[in-house]
């Protein structure tokens, strides 16, 4: 192997060690976030506000580049409102208590939508609330105050993430249909309206299984194009260095 067969082979090396550090630092980087979000999370749920405070106020820039990292502009804002309603809320006396955990889950499940993963947190919620809904529709009596109460928390906790991960129709369309629900929850037609929202929130599901069909695709089309570039380069490099190699042989015949 020749001196510059050799660099080549030596700068690959470099690159790939290069590219294979950045990705494991860009890995760390995103552990560290979701890993302070969990932390902010449990001391409001211990009722450890100063340290949540101070935690949230130490790591906001960051979790607003992550954001930005990983989605669009439009989708990024939506995030951003949740993340500025948590500092606003942790730094008041008056919403300490549940409407602080309440914002905090919903940067939760937010962040955790935006690593955009085939089985999200909020996926998990809103398969609970759907089948609270679904229960409750089967029953004779009127739906309590209690549980009004705790189906406006679950929605409040999950809708930042709804519509972050959803079509923005299927997020219309669900919004609607959970918010007249609550409105109307002790009318007589409140099961009518449960049933209409647990379908409606049914159809979100398949609609996030159409769009992780369409992601597979296109991984696979990139796959295949990455694929050929590759063989044609590495074909390309062969073929250069077996007439770099004749090339020799012929010089020292001739010498």
Known sequence: MNRTSFARLFLCFLLSVGTFLSGKAVL???????????QYVRFVQEERYEEAEALLQHHSDEFTQYASEHTDAEKEKIAADVLQRNLQAVAVPEEKGSQLYTNAMSLLLVYD??????????MS???ELQNEMEQ??????????????RFTTHWNIMEPALKLAVEEDEYIQTSAAIRYLLASMDSPKGQENLIKAADQLHKIETGNDDTLKRNLTLIFMVA?????????????AWKKYKGERKSQENKRENS
Not at 28 to 38: E, L, M, R, T
Not at 113 to 122: G, I, M, S, T, V
């Open 113 to 122: 939508a935006l690593k955009n993963e085939p089985e999200p947190l909020w």
């Open 224 to 236: 295949a194009v990455g694929g050929f570039i590759i063989i044609t380069l590495s074909y390309v």
């Open 125 to 127: 919620w809103k398969q």
């Open 136 to 149: 409750l529709s089967t029953r004779d009596e009127q739906v309590s105050l209690q549980d009004k109460n």
């Open 28 to 38: 760390a980087h995103h552990q560290d976030v979701h890993s302070s979000i969990y």
